[in-house]
């Protein structure tokens, strides 16, 4: 390397190297601007090692937690996450399982993110949550280790082999931040831990392309390297098919490039004339131009932007392909912030959400698993007097907008523009902007954010550092940061491995949040504690009176208590107010048919029908209905419609066993409980179904094999034990009735078929003696 030129220029030593025809100009900031951080000089292997090894501490205790909150639906319901189901699934339906093109589908596509749950499921032989988790925790350590990298190829001044301490602080800060806890001890979340290792992928691969092999250090490229160009895009794919924030790359990448690599000065970029002229002091620093008018870095810049530019657009349009070219429709619950009166009131409540976003990264005390419904009232008056902290909000804001645009930038400058980009870019899909999203808040969505928030309080405290008073103080704070927010994701890790414990602090959070409530009226109920679910969803539903799904719920557990009557007037109302709610329908049906009202029952189960045209449960109660009506035929074809649409519905196969056999066709019934059997080897009713059908052709050794078939597989169930007595007794084996009979009693004491059987047993023998 040989020095070119050295200048002086406005009292500052400013230097030029040339090295194999690629420049490299050096700021006016010291070679070791952040050495005056308080923090220990580590070598780069070392800082990488402690960095994970903290990241995983802070959410290591959630490694043997449950499935919690929208897990159940991601993965323990998703069948895609299955072995057995054909791969090519996973770019048909939506993160959640259902078919893109329907209704239901909130079009969320991530089939990188499907599939890891596949591999998770195909290593542990089961859906069993340790390994998921263990996998979460382990990604959020790499994403930490690959995000010092990248912040060293921001705030370094020169070799990327040199530790920068503003680099360690803001990896730490990352990796310890209690926002990330959704995203890591949440199983949902692994689509923003794979989001974001595969977008800090695809940006380290840009940096390749503004850097020189030998030294390491940014330069002008006079060429495109293609080779990591083409690596940056196919990660930049892989982030977009895991989450869909991870897109924003391609932002962040143009930002690096025009702001920090080439350094053209942002207010450039709002003038055509002036983006394509270079500065005098950009011409000393080496920007020459060749005989053309035109450089050979301003052509290689182009080529890099158009790149960036035309893989957006590119993915883009796969991205509303895959989607059906349909937006997903949200309701009023889901996002209220979004169906406000006017564009004002909705301008107004979406940066008072951007207020509580930002917040929730300076003070991540107040979090909650869900923050729809009425967690964050709506705006709806100018004199609201939450409009003044959304006023200090967008003060600071601007003032931080306002320093990205000085006349003069030097290097602090071009890392606060790049820590407000990676802060604000990657939250833009979760920003209501361009599309209605589907809730209020989300943490999960700050953990790429939380990135640019790290590098700008690390910003904060180099700028500090540099008043000596301030070290001790500025080293008492940080220490104190750190370990602040290491105990709370401690704390709230270990509070998302149970979904009570969850439920219940964001009772306390947001105590008028509505599905919080439903959520724990869910899981209580499911425990068996009826009044307090009865409780807590009469609670949601008064806290929101169109909830629809509180009422549905509600409605479930009073119709199995016998107040079909108040069941039938929930019902109604749920469907009045959303029309395709398809499970309430059904619901409804068979309330309606408990209450006699046939017809009625019929309707609400065409109707459900319409809105789901594969709900084999439907079907099913369905079936019953004509049961009850003696329409034997029609549901016949009701049963066989829901065995066709689930194969494993045991209900749907044993009541068609039942009414064939009651009609007399037992043939009829041996054959459709071998066919049964296909799918459910291990369902013993089956085979009790076709030993009483074998029982009445006379077969007896057949009835007896199928008999004891049900009882090797549920050895506990008494009826089993009678219905075999009853056949040895019609067969002549009275020792053998004597002895299922016995066996029934010992399982049921009180069981008076038995009793009754085993008298007329001794009856029998008396006689015949």
């Known amino acids: 390397m040989s020095l070119e030129n050295c200048q002086k220029e406005n009292g500052k030593i400013k230097t030029t190297f040339q090295d194999n025809g690629c420049q490299h100009v050096h700021p006016n900031t010291p070679r070791h601007w952040d050495g005056g951080l308080p923090l220990p000089a580590l070598s780069p292997t070392f800082a990488r090692v402690v960095i ?169 490229p006079e060429k495109v390297d293609w080779l990591w160009m083409i690596l940056s895009v196919v990660f930049c794919f892989l982030a977009t098919f895991s989450k869909e924030q991870g897109i924003t790359v391609l932002g962040v990448s143009c930002a690096y490039d025009i702001i920090f690599v080439c350094q053209i000065h942002p207010l450039k ?22 005989q053309r008018g035109s450089s050979p870095w301003l052509q290689s810049l182009i080529q890099r932007q158009f790149v960036l530019i035309f893989s957006a657009v590119a993915f883009l349009l796969l991205r509303l392909k895959v989607m059906g070219l349909s937006p997903p429709t949200f309701q009023v619950h889901d996002n209220p912030h979004s169906f406000a009166n006017g564009s004002l009131y909705r301008a107004l409540n979406y940066n008072y959400l951007y207020a509580i976003n930002s917040w929730l990264l300076l003070n991540p005390w107040w979090l909650c698993f869900d923050w729809s419904m009425g967690c964050v009232p709506v705006i709806t008056s100018l004199t609201d007097p939450r409009l003044l902290p959304l006023a200090a909000f967008l003060f600071v804001m601007g003032c931080l907008f306002i320093c990205c645009f000085k006349t003069e930038m030097d290097h602090e400058d071009r890392c606060l523009v790049l820590g407000l980009t990676l802060l604000v870019l990657p939250f833009l899909p979760a920003s209501n902007i361009f599309f209605r999203v589907g809730f209020v808040i989300a943490e999960r969505n700050l953990y790429l954010p939380s990135a640019g928030f790290c590098l700008l309080v690390s910003l904060g405290a180099v700028r500090l550092s540099q008043f000596r008073s301030l070290k001790l103080i500025l080293a008492a704070a940080l220490c104190a940061l750190l370990l602040t927010f290491v105990c709370r994701s401690v704390q709230r890790s270990y509070q998302w491995r149970e979904e009570l414990s969850l439920f219940k602090d964001g009772e306390k959070v947001c105590p008028l949040n509505g599905k919080v409530h439903y959520n724990i009226a869910k899981l209580v109920g499911d425990m068996g504690e009826t009044e307090l679910a009865i409780e807590k969803y009469q609670l949601a539903i008064k806290l929101n009176p169109q909830y629809d799904q509180a009422m549905n719920n509600l409605a479930n557990i009073l119709k199995d208590q016998g107040d079909t009557l108040e069941a039938e007037e929930l019902l109604t109302k749920a469907v009045s107010i959303n029309h395709e709610f398809a499970a309430a329908w059904m619901n409804l049906g068979i309330v309606q048919a408990q209450l006699r009202k046939f017809d009625l029952a019929e309707t ?81 009713v089956l085979w009790f179904h076709m030993a009483n059908a074998y029982g009445k052709m006379e077969r007896w050794q057949d009835s007896e094999r199928c008999f004891l078939a049900a009882i090797q597989l549920e050895p506990a169930e008494e009826k089993y034990y009678l219905n075999l007595g009853v056949l040895y007794h019609r067969w002549g084996k009275l020792e053998k009735a004597e002895k299922a009979y016995m066996k029934t ?21 008396k006689g015949a003696l």
């Open 269 to 290: 970029l709002l003038s055509p004339q002036s983006a394509c002229k270079l500065s005098r002091k950009e011409q000393q620093n080496g920007h020459s131009r060749n």
């Open 52 to 220: 994970f090894a903290i990241a995983v501490v802070c959410y290591g205790n959630s490694y043997d937690g449950n499935f919690v909150f929208d897990d159940s639906e991601a993965i323990v319901n998703n069948k895609d996450v299955l072995p057995e189901r054909p791969v090519t699934d996973l770019l048909l339906h939506d993160f959640w399982g259902n078919q893109l093109v329907s209704k239901q589908s909130h079009k969320s596509y991530r089939p990188i993110t499907v599939l890891t749950y596949r591999w998770n499921v195909q290593l542990a032989g089961g859906v069993f949550p340790k390994g998921f988790h263990i996998v979460n925790i382990i990604l959020h350590g790499l994403v930490s280790v690959l995000l010092f990298s990248a912040f060293i190829s921001i705030v370094s001044t020169h070799s990327s082999n040199h530790t920068s301490k503003a680099a360690f602080l803001s990896s730490l800060l990352f990796a310890v931040h209690p926002i990330h806890t959704e995203s890591v001890a949440g199983l949902v979340g692994r689509a923003d831990l794979l989001c974001a290792l595969f977008f800090l992928l695809s940006f380290m691969a840009y940096v390749k392309t503004c850097t020189n092999d030998n030294t390491g250090r940014l330069c002008f």
């Open 745 to 765: 009693l010992q399982l049921d004491s009180k069981n008076s078929n038995a009793k009754e059987y085993l008298q007329m047993l001794d009856r029998k023998r």
């Open 604 to 684: 609400s189960y065409q109707t459900a029908l319409q809105h789901r045209r594969k709900y084999p449960d439907c079907y099913y109660n369905l079936g019953n209905l004509f049961l009850e009506q003696e329409r034997h035929q029609e549901a016949l074809d009701a049963w066989h419609m829901a065995t066709r649409l689930k194969p494993q519905h045991v209900n749907a196969w044993s009541n068609a066993m039942i009414l064939l056999d009651n009609l007399g066709h037992y043939e009829k019934t041996i054959k459709m409980g071998e066919m049964a059997r296909e799918h459910l080897p291990n369902s013993a």
